[in-house]
């Protein structure tokens, strides 16, 4: 069991550039998640899919879009990158049930920068 | 929605002393509070979680507890070990339900030998 596995670890991009960060997960879980972390201000939620064909968005979740491909796979896409996407990028994944709420699994996020 | 907020934002402790990490929340009606601790440079993991129907839960050196009436909790941590350094983060339901929560802002805990 991998868990929860992002591409890449790490990514330089220059103002205006897309780009899109790859999420997967192979515990069979329902629910996923894209979490921005910076600098003394936590982690915040961009996206969220409860499940396969299903997104909702989260605290911040301007300038960016995310697809639930499958079960496995939840990507977040950049389409034209700012300096303040600047941050430490975590998706996570949960499994449901009804009424309750479970522990996340995070993946080993992506450092990603924006010149 | 949720409002959680973390206090203190730094801690330091000596080795084998306790620490205490609070955060308040605004929204009566949450019901799960977890907590989150990230090593550096690593992905943040559930060390405990407490839901409404409790007040205190414990496992091994860690512990919460839950205030309803003052809408706060805490994570205790006894005989700290350098091990225990750590980002420490709280968590809360999110608007909306659905499995989301909000963070807290992170608490850096250090212990010194």
């Known amino acids: 069991n991998a868990g929860v596995t992002q591409t890449p670890k790490f990514q330089v991009l220059k103002t205006g550039q897309s780009m899109t960060l790859q999420c997967a997960q192979d515990m069979n879980h329902n629910s996923m998640y894209w979490y921005r972390q910076d600098p003394g201000m936590g982690l915040r939620l961009i996206y969220y899919?409860?499940?396969?064909?299903?997104?909702d968005k989260g605290e911040v979740p301007n300038g960016y879009n995310v697809s639930r491909l499958n079960k496995r796979e939840f990507s977040l896409r950049l389409e034209s990158a700012a300096p303040s996407q600047t941050s430490v990028y975590f998706c996570?994944?949960?499994?449901?049930?009804?009424?309750?709420?479970?522990?996340?699994?995070f993946g080993p996020g992506t450092r990603l920068t924006v010149l | 929605g949720e409002n959680v907020e973390q206090h203190p934002s730094t801690l330091s402790v000596q080795e084998g002393d306790s620490a205490v990490i609070k955060c308040t929340y605004s929204d009566s009606a949450s019901n799960y509070f977890p907590w989150y601790k990230q090593e550096l440079g690593k992905r943040p993991q559930l060390i405990i979680d407490i839901r409404s129907n409790v007040g205190e839960k414990k496992d091994q050196r860690i512990a919460v507890t839950l205030n309803k009436t003052a809408k706060h909790f805490s994570l205790h941590i006894t005989e700290t070990q350098p091990e225990d350094s750590a980002v420490y983060f709280c968590a809360g339901p999110f608007e909306g339900g659905g499995n989301k929560l909000t963070f807290g802002t992170g608490t850096q805990l250090k212990v010194e030998l």
């Open positions: 996570a994944s949960s499994g449901r049930l009804a009424g309750g709420y479970n522990e996340q699994f």
């Open positions: 899919s409860a499940s396969e064909g299903t997104t």
